[in-house]
């Protein structure tokens, strides 16, 4: 378990239509960041907010929104939706200590949605 | 154009026997290599690290190797077991002017089967 929550696991709608996917941070983490992942694509970067403030986009789709809340937990909002838009979203956040080399992000389980 | 590429979609590989899983990206502006580990169902789970100023990491079973000049990393995992059995992904990343860091850019996997 990374600590890292997304609600709902699974989502299904019709083309047009909007929807809104869930995520907390692990606690402490003040960065967090969206990826999709498509059978074609393979894990894509969205968007990244850090304490509430943008701070990175990736290949987001205008049609693709993020904010992140005081709480610090995230959304993604996806609107007109697409056939093409059926994919994983992933979550993940991490703690970015520039002691370190690297910047390990922690992954959520993931929702699957699915647009008929 | 994929700045991170695995080129092998699957490798099987017998029980007890070296797993050899590789990468090439193609951006020298990235800070460090990490690799994931992915069971369906699941977020990608962090595995192992290397900084682009070392050529080698290890940790237990697993080593990544980093060769700069050929832009090209590769995993081993010695002696491979059942549990090893997943899809795994390359991924890059770098810290920005900002003091935080970017989003990862990921491989499309590379789905390893162990075999008994």
């Known amino acids: 378990d990374s600590g890292v929550t997304q609600t709902p696991k699974h989502l299904i709608t019709a083309t047009g239509q909007r929807v809104t996917l869930r995520c907390s941070p692990r606690s402490g983490d003040l960065s967090v960041y969206w990826y999709q992942q498509s059978l074609d694509q393979g894990l894509q970067f969205l968007i990244q907010y850090y304490n509430g403030e943008e701070r990175a986009k990736g290949n987001i789709l205008e049609r693709f929104s993020a904010q992140q809340f005081p709480d610090l937990h995230s959304e993604l909002n996806l609107s007109s939706l697409e056939l093409g838009d059926s994919a994983l979203y992933f979550c993940a956040s991490s703690v970015v200590d520039r002691r370190q080399y690297y910047n390990e992000q922690f992954f959520g389980p993931g929702t699957r949605l699915t647009v008929l | 154009d994929q700045q991170v590429k695995q080129n092998s979609p699957s490798l099987s590989v017998q029980e007890g026997r070296i797993s050899i899983l590789n990468c090439d990206y193609t951006?020298?502006?990235?800070?460090?290599f990490l690799w994931y580990k992915k069971y369906p169902a699941e977020g990608p789970t962090f595995l192992i690290s290397?900084?682009?100023?070392?050529d080698k990491n290890e940790d237990g079973r697993f080593t990544v190797f980093l060769n700069k000049s050929a832009k090209h990393l590769s995993l081993h995992i010695v002696p491979s077991q059942p549990g090893d059995s997943a899809v795994y992904f390359c991924a890059a990343g770098g810290f920005n002017s900002g003091g935080g860091a970017d989003g990862l850019t990921f491989g499309k996997g590379t789905h390893l089967i162990i075999q008994p």
């Open positions: 290397i900084s682009s100023i070392k």
């Open positions: 951006n020298s502006m990235f800070d460090y």
